[in-house]
C-alpha cells in the first residue's frame, strides 16, 4: 500500500519513476489515474499541440531470412507470394508521390532479404531523394542496419555512414519488439538482438542521425519486461538524447505462428491505454508519444490523445506488414480526417515535419514544434 501511493504521488508530481513505481501503477489499474497524469506530462511538454506529418510508406520486400514467428509479413524465397520492388518500380511511386501536397516523409522497412545486397538499399535511399529532395528519407530499423552489418562485415557506424551519405535523415523505431533475450529467443531468433538494436541507436544518435524507438507487447513477455524494456530506452536516451518520439505496437497475432502456438489474442483497449500511459510517465526523457493509428484503430488512436499521446504519426499511403497480421484498418488517411480527429478531443492539430518542425502552407518547414 505505502509503494503505490509513493508511485501515485510521484506520478502526480511528475517525479522520475523507478521501475518499482510502474509496477505499483501498473498493478493500481487505475486508468483514469494514470490519464490524468499522463496528459499533464503531455501538456508540459507540447501544450494543446498534437502532431501529425504527410508521410507515405514503403515495404521493399517481403522475402526474408529471418522466419520470425512474430511476423505475418515474411515469406520464404521462392514463395510465389513473394516480391521485391525494382528501381522502375519505386520510380513509379515517386512518380505518384510528387503529387502529394506537403508531403515531408518517406518510410521505408522491409524483410531481410537473403540475397539483395547492401548496395541495393543504399540506391534506394539515393534514388528516394534524387527524385524527392525536400523529403525526409526515415529508413530501415536496427534489425535491418545489422542485417547490413553482417552481410557486408562493415561496422554499424560504416554502414550508418553510407547510408546517411546516400541521403538517409533518421531511422524508424521497429524492431525492438522486447528488449529482452528471453523473449527475443522465442518471438525472433534470428533477428537482432537486444544489445545489437541499443547498439546501432546509439551508434545512429552518435552520428547525429535521430531515431524513434517502439516496443511490441501483448505475446509472451511478461508485465516487468515491458517495463524493464522502458527503462532501458529512457537509460539510453539519458545518454543520447537521440530518441525523437517513442511508439506503441500492440501484437496482432492473426496469421503468425506465435499467435497459433501460444493462442494469442489482440490485447484490448484497456491495456492500451494503460500502457500508453505508463510509456508517457516512464519515458519522461523522449519528448513525443504517437499514438500510430494504423495498429491501434482511428478511434483508439484519438482516445489515446487523453492518455498521454500527442501525435497520430501520418497519411502513410500504404502500408503492408501490419495489415498482413490482420491490422483491419485503412492503410491511409487524409490530413483532414487527422485534423478532425485531433479537434474533437480539444487539442490543436500542427502538421510538422520528421523533426517536429511545424509546415506552413508552402511545404517549407518552420519554427520547431516543441
Known sequence: M????????????????????????????????????ARKMKERK?????????????????????NCPLCAFQVAAGDQRGY??????????????????????????????????????????????????????????????????????????????????AGLDSLPGGGAEILSDRVRA???PKKASATEW?????????????????????????????????????DLQ????????????PFHPEHTELGE???LQRVGAWEDMKMLALSRLVLDNIDHVKAFWIMLTLP???????????????TIGEEKIIHAAGARTNTGITREALQQLIRETGYEPVERDTFYRAVNDTGEGAETCD
Open 300 to 314: 483508439i488512436a484519438q482516445l489515446a490523445l487523453g492518455f498521454g499521446a500527442d501525435d497520430l504519426d501520418g
Open 84 to 165: 521485391v520492388m525494382e528501381p522502375a518500380d519505386i520510380a513509379h511511386i515517386l512518380e505518384k508521390a510528387r503529387t502529394m501536397q506537403r508531403l515531408s516523409e518517406v518510410h521505408i522497412v522491409s524483410a531481410l532479404h537473403p540475397d539483395r545486397p547492401f548496395s541495393y538499399y543504399v540506391s534506394v535511399v539515393r534514388q528516394v531523394k534524387e527524385a524527392l529532395p525536400q523529403v525526409d528519407v526515415k529508413a530501415f530499423t536496427p534489425v535491418e542496419i545489422v542485417n547490413f552489418s553482417r552481410q557486408t562485415g562493415k561496422s554499424l557506424r560504416e554502414v550508418l555512414e553510407i547510408l546517411q551519405e
Open 46 to 66: 507540447s501544450g494543446k499541440k498534437v502532431f501529425y506529418t504527410v508521410n507515405l510508406h514503403i515495404n521493399l520486400t517481403n522475402i526474408c531470412s529471418s
Open 238 to 249: 539519458d545518454e543520447t538524447k537521440g530518441f525523437q518520439a517513442f511508439m506503441l505496437f
Open 198 to 234: 541499443l547498439a546501432t541507436m546509439k551508434t545512429a544518435h552518435q552520428l547525429g542521425i535521430r531515431t524513434n524507438a517502439s516496443m511490441m507487447y501483448g505475446h509472451v513477455e511478461t508485465v516487468e519486461e515491458r517495463l524493464q524494456h522502458l527503462f532501458t530506452l529512457r
Open 2 to 37: 505505502k509503494n503505490r501511493e509513493q508511485a501515485r504521488q510521484k506520478a502526480m508530481d511528475g517525479e522520475r519513476l523507478s521501475l518499482a513505481d510502474a509496477l505499483a501503477l501498473y498493478e493500481d489499474n487505475d486508468l483514469l489515474f494514470l490519464a490524468a497524469c
Open 261 to 263: 502456438t501460444y493462442h
Open 186 to 188: 522465442i518471438i525472433c
